[in-house]
Nanobody, 119 residues
Framework: QVQLVESGGGLVQAGDSLRLSCAAS????????MAWFRQAPGKERELVAT????????YYADSVKGRVTISRDNAKKTVYLQMTSLKPEDTAVYYC????????????WGQGTQVTVAS
């Protein structure tokens, strides 16, 4: 089992950059594929980016491709989401998630961190 705690959110201006962090507990962090999701008010939760266990493979939603980088440091048990050229439509609660080996879906979630981008 793993517990996830996000940090790094805040209020920024359009065009700014922000780095979110997700710190994990547990001894098997490196065995979990990780992801960032976001949910804006009144909208469904959206997958933003994923990263494989060994950082060899990443995926980005079209809405953030070219502006966002997901990375992980297995020694620090932390996954990051570097966001640049932020837009007001990036405003959302951002969630970190882990997928247990063999699970079809992401089954561990953090509490979320609010990102607000002012125009």
């Amino acid at each position: 089992q793993v517990q996830l705690v996000e940090s790094g959110g805040g209020l920024v201006q359009a065009g700014d950059s922000l780095r979110l962090s997700c710190a994990a507990s547990g001894r098997t962090f490196s065995s979990y594929p990780m992801a960032w999701f976001r949910q804006a008010p009144g909208k469904e939760r959206e997958l933003v980016a994923t990263i494989s266990r060994t950082r060899g493979s990443t995926y980005y939603a079209d809405s953030v491709k070219g502006r966002v980088t997901i990375s992980r440091d297995n020694a620090k048990k932390t996954v990051y989401l570097q966001m640049t050229s932020l837009k007001p439509e990036d405003t959302a609660v951002y969630y970190c998630a882990a997928r247990q080996s063999g699970a079809r879906n992401y089954n561990y979630w953090g509490q979320g961190t609010q990102v607000t981008v002012a125009s």
